[in-house]
């Protein structure tokens, strides 16, 4: 049984077409990444997941359970962070965490849990903090806390590193790792490639309501079979030899770049024909295509 | 049924109106208790509405309908509408609870607000005023059922107002003139018969009336009719209320 299975989903708005035929499987204990330029769907597609959002249609179900015909078991088992900072400013972040366990059917018995939570999250000493009180950040924290309450199966976090800063990004990621290694169900949405890059084994692009995209992050990095070799060289030659000046990419002083083809450009190619121009090497620097520039194409 | 999260769902809502008691109990309790006492002053030698009653004491369960039919569609209403308007709503839609468990759970909350207000404008004017109760079981009945219609209304108006101004005109040009008019003030046979014809499809004239049997034993119409009526009320606007709920209008779209 998959985490999360999504069959010929639409949706439509007055107007856009936000979701297209989208087909998506996401096994148990996957980190997976959600990635697509604003606008993308990302966001509508979690809330059909999480029955926020009903479908024009197609199915989906949280841990084999429909998202609509069996809500109560797709609910208990997916938790949800969502992209706004959402709050209610009459109550307290305990508060808040009691009663998000109540909805939940779960009672006393979850205290321990919440205790713990909120000592992960460095939330403890704000137990008795009114929300409004709290800062954008740790106001975050709290949503994470939330969606967390009720040991969900399967975690979605919708762009939640998005204007946060760096020592609570690093909190974040070192957190959900955890949670992943736990054996939780990862689902990030995020637009920074470097963060999709660092932390997701499996990746789904999408743009315009479509899934475009669909690998493992190696499969993903494959697609783009350029790599960049950057030489610094002693001083720079009169003139390239013949072969490498359709490689050059760019050059700054004695700093050459070299766009090569994993393939057809082999680096000891290039070495080679250096040397053999008499060009002396001081430094050599190899750059791997990013999920950036496979995001780009697959995005245009 | 997920009766945990029901009753979560509604402690919270009761705690939420507790919590700023002064504006939710006090505020209503004040405005209810000055009527009383100008109405009271201005009239009470002049006009004897019902055979053996004062006006004073005449006005009292009236007085009490009216701020009960109040409150209790503020109470679900602005709750629904402040979740909505701060987005906290989402934690409730994230959570497994159906159409009739968040309904339970706002009308219950209402009711406990439109009895509490009750309660506390029965006890001050008790207080001054000698006013005994004839029938507690009617009494309980009218304020029980009379606070869940609001209350299921409220909660309706709540779900598909997408701006305060629609709640707060709902309010001020619905709920409030529909209960100043319902026979608070007077009998209806004071009336015009235009406007007695009137007064007898505005259903919280059944409210009042029916309300008021149940304190003096003496009414416009039978207090049967009445509380016929504001159960026919109650089930229609739980239906109404329930299937809102269930298609997820205005919330899940
Ligand atoms: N409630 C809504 N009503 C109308 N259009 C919407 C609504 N929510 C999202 N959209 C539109 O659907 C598309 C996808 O939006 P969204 O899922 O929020 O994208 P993302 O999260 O990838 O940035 C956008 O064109 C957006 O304008
Ligand atoms: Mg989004």
Known sequence: MSAVSIHSLHKHYPGVHALNNVDLTIPQGEFFGLLGPNGAGKTTLISVMAGLTRATSGEVSVMGFDVVKQYRQARQHLGVVPQEVVFDPFFTVGEMLRIQSGYFGLGRSNRAWIEELLETLHLTSKMNTRMRALSGGMKRRVLIAQALVHRPAVLVLDEPTAGVDVELRKILWQFTTKLHQEGHTIILTTHYLEEAEALCNQIAIINQGEVVALDSKQGLLARNPYRMLRVTVSEAPEKLPERLVPLLHEQKDTDFTFRLHRKDDPIADVLHALRHAGVEIMDLHIGEPTLESVFLTLTE | ?253
């Open chain 2, 1 to 253: 049924m997920n009766l945990y999260g029901l009753y979560t769902l509604f402690s919270k809502e009761v705690w939420r109106f507790l919590r700023v008691s002064t504006q939710t109990l006090g505020a209503p309790a004040i405005t209810a208790l000055l009527f009383l006492v100008v109405f009271a002053q201005a009239m009470e030698t002049r006009v004897t509405v019902l055979e053996g009653i004062s006006y004073q004491v005449f006005l009292v369960p009236g007085l009490i309908m009216m701020s009960m039919i109040q409150n209790a569609f503020a109470n679900s209403s602005s709750s629904l509408l402040q979740s909505k308007m701060n987005g906290s709503l989402v934690f409730l839609l994230l959570a497994p609870l159906s159409a009739i468990e968040l309904y339970l759970a706002y009308v219950s909350a209402a009711i406990v607000r439109g009895f509490l207000v009750g309660m506390v404008i029965y006890v001050v004017a008790w207080l001054f005023i000698d006013i005994g109760i004839a029938h507690l079981l009617w009494v309980l009945l009218f304020a029980v059922f009379s606070s869940a219609v609001l209350g299921a209304l409220g909660l309706m108006v709540g779900v598909l107002a997408t701006r305060i101004e629609q709640v707060a005109g709902f309010q001020n040009f619905i709920i409030l003139p529909m209960s100043f008019l319902s026979g608070v003030f007077y009998s209806i046979y004071s009336l015009p018969p235009f406007w007695q014809a009137v007064s007898k499809i505005n259903p919280f004239f059944y409210m009042v009336d029916g309300f008021r049997y149940s304190f003096f034993q003496q009414s416009d119409v039978s207090p049967g009719l009445s509380l016929l009526w504001v159960f026919v009320f109650f089930t229609l606007l739980s239906a109404a209320s329930l299937h809102i709920l269930k298609h997820g209008y205005k919330m899940r779209n």
